[in-house]
């Protein structure tokens, strides 16, 4: 007989967590359309994952239904166990293809992107974190669609600074590397080979090699943090001149991951933005459904970036 979860309470006595229904800002319609079914039947074809399946992702009706998809290179099976994630793991995942780069190339260049947006998992098992292969995937893409936009969220590589320069010195338009929570929640919320500050430094890292390359991260809420650390947060990431910023409320995909505390008020979630603005953000989305690969934020960047002359990003000299 299955023991019964506790009911968890926020500060007025109402309760929290898997026992509370969503609000009626959650509710989301399943998955269907003709974008979807052709996007899921490419991804196959290729052998290729979606960051859109493989996290549950909220917004892949809205997504997959516009044509647009955010990739998960390197499989689909991560070494950490990060207490958030509903993405598969193990101590030896599956060696990487080697014809992955070819195939995420191809599926590229049958969808006609002009801005892509791309995530893996951790492989901490191989030297270089799947940097290596990871930059391959990029120069791939960049020869076959060389005026795609790229965007990509990294691992911390553990700390190991030549993986990130690997990536930060690929032809990339944005790299997204996300601190996931607040400080004091980050040993309770991500695997104990990430860290706050690790994550912090791989950002600062990043610009510190291309200063005028965007830089982005991504804050889960509704995991216990009070919004004077969620605060702390963001000038945090200012203090290491990341551009962008983007908030969402936690949603637990089964009951072996960690409770949702709170479902955060999209009041709330606007107030976070306003305030992230007037530290100087140059984009932020911040919202109930808002995950790191935003569609809006596409947007932004390209207009950003392209200007008037249509011009993609080139590699650092």
Not at 51 to 80: H, K, Y
């Amino acid at each position: 007989m299955r023991r019964a979860l506790p009911v968890i309470q926020d500060a007025s006595g109402r309760p929290t967590g898997p026992s509370r229904r969503k609000p009626e800002w959650l509710k989301i319609r399943p998955p269907g359309g003709g974008h979807y079914t052709v996007l899921k039947h490419r991804a196959r074809r290729l052998k290729l994952a979606t960051v859109c399946e493989e996290a549950q992702c909220p917004n892949i009706s809205e997504c997959w239904g516009g044509g647009t998809a955010t990739f998960m290179l390197m499989g689909d099976t991560c070494t950490r166990g990060c207490r958030f994630c509903a993405i598969n793991t193990a101590k030896r995942p599956p060696a990487l293809d080697p014809e992955e780069p070819a195939a995420i190339a191809e599926a590229v260049r049958e969808m006609g992107l002009s801005y892509v947006v791309l995530t893996s998992v951790n492989r901490d098992e191989l030297d270089d974190g799947g940097a290596g292969h990871l930059r391959d995937c990029l120069d791939a893409i960049r020869a076959e669609a060389p005026d795609v936009l790229l965007e990509i969220l990294i691992p911390d590589f553990e700390g190991n600074r030549s993986a990130v320069q690997r990536i930060v010195e690929a032809p990339i338009a944005v790299l997204a590397h996300n601190v996931e929570t607040v400080r004091r929640l980050t040993p309770s919320v991500r695997d104990p080979r990430a860290g706050y500050q690790q994550s912090l430094d791989v950002l600062a890292y990043s610009k510190a090699l291309r200063p005028q390359l965007l830089t982005k991260s991504s804050v889960m809420v509704g995991l216990g943090e009070t919004e004077d650390e969620v605060i702390e947060c963001m000038k945090d990431l200012r203090k290491v001149d990341c551009n962008i910023v983007t908030f969402g409320q936690y949603l637990q995909p089964s009951h072996k991951h960690l409770d949702v505390v709170e479902f955060v008020h999209p009041r709330t979630f606007d107030r976070y933005a306003d305030i992230a603005r007037d530290l100087g953000f140059e984009y932020v989305a911040s919202g109930p459904l808002v995950r790191s690969s935003y569609r809006a934020g596409e947007l932004f960047v390209e207009r950003k970036l392209r200007g008037t002359t249509g011009d993609p990003v080139a590699a650092p000299a």
